[in-house]
């Protein structure tokens, strides 16, 4: 099985490549190709521009008896794009150009011509001369003094703009160095400006919250040794607290009763009581009459405040004041 991919082909002993007959084409053969314009034309059938870089099926073939320096001449054929007429150009390999030859004017030419022109002359001038030695000076001397007259006419506009314009450049360094100096001071100065109105500003803060703190009211304190109720008196301790002693359990749910003095606002000493009614029963023993009218006097209080009494005996019986009442009353018997 041969390979698909096949380098070298096989050439029999007798090949003879003379022998292989050849194609013949006509030497005037079209070819199709794409191309550009190569220039801006108008039609001259129907006056339509065809501008630059517009892109045509053009049809080839090269110029017989035609060449520039064994190089060949090409010719295109393309189609107007609204009236289909023929326009035909070709290559000009001596000018590196195209040539209009058919069917439309080439567009902006002007430059070209002038071109054009200036070696016409100067292709004229030039034969003159080789023949002419005479008009080889003549030519001279009018170039010479063509150019002397340029160069005094260069002369006269350097003189008239320094008139006109008379710049001193070391001025004008001066001047804009000055400008910057200026401009790099004014600038510190607003930034010092700007600092000084920033620290005012904060310092004025400042004396505003002071003076806010100093009017606003003392808030009083709250007192811890204020006394919420006349028992609290009984829990207060008149050490300070460093030296404050070790308390008891009965002496914290109680009260320390060591002192007398607390108690002598709140608890009033039977003692007193006994010998005021002592010496009440003594008038009472004087007097007979009066004697009676307390005896009514009482039936009817007593008879009017039993329910207070018993309910006032009970409070006091329940409530701490008559247990201080009945200690004092057995610290004093002691006493006595």
Not at 10 to 34: E, H, S, T
Not at 119 to 136: A, D, F, G, I, S
Not at 202 to 209: K, S, Y
């Amino acid at each position: 099985m041969s390979e698909r991919k096949v380098l070298n082909k096989y050439y029999p002993p007798d090949f003879d490549p003379a022998k292989i007959p050849k194609l013949k084409l006509p030497k005037d053969r079209q070819y199709v190709v794409r191309l550009m314009a190569p220039f801006n034309m108008r039609c001259k059938t129907c006056g339509e521009y065809i501008y630059k870089g517009k892109k045509f099926n053009a049809r080839k073939e090269t110029v017989q008896n035609e060449s520039y320096l064994g190089l060949p001449i090409f010719r295109f054929y393309i189609k107007c794009t609204r009236c289909l007429a023929e326009i035909t150009f070709k290559t000009d390999p001596e000018n590196t150009d195209y040539t209009m030859e058919h069917g439309a004017t080439r567009n902006f030419q002007a430059e070209k011509l002038l071109e054009e022109e200036e070696k016409r002359m100067q292709k004229e001038r030039e034969e003159e001369e080789l023949n002419n030695p005479m008009k080889v000076l003549e030519n001279r001397t009018k170039d010479s003094k063509l150019e002397m007259e340029v160069l005094e006419n260069l002369q006269e506009l350097k003189e008239l703009n320094q008139r006109q314009a008379n710049v001193d450049f070391e001025a004008m360094l001066k001047q804009y160095k000055e400008l910057e100096e200026e401009q790099r001071r004014r600038e510190q100065e607003e930034d010092e400006q700007e600092m000084k109105a920033m620290l005012e500003q904060a310092q004025n803060r400042r004396l505003l919250e002071d003076s806010d703190s100093d009017e606003e009211p003392t808030k009083p304190r709250p007192n811890p040794t204020a006394q919420s109720k006349p028992t609290d008196i009984l829990q207060e301790d008149p050490q300070p607290q460093s030296k404050k002693p070790r308390m008891e359990s009965w002496e914290r749910s109680v009260g320390k009763l060591s002192t007398k003095a607390q108690l002598a606002g709140l608890v009033a000493r039977r003692k007193e009581k006994e010998k005021e009614k002592e010496k009440e029963k003594e008038k009472e023993k004087a007097d007979p009459a009066l004697e009676n009218r307390m005896e009514t006097r009482g039936t009817t209080a007593s008879t009017g405040s039993l329910p207070a009494a018993a309910a006032a005996a009970a409070a006091a019986a329940t409530s701490s004041l008559g247990l201080l009442g009945a200690y004092s009353d057995s610290e004093d018997s002691a006493s006595d």
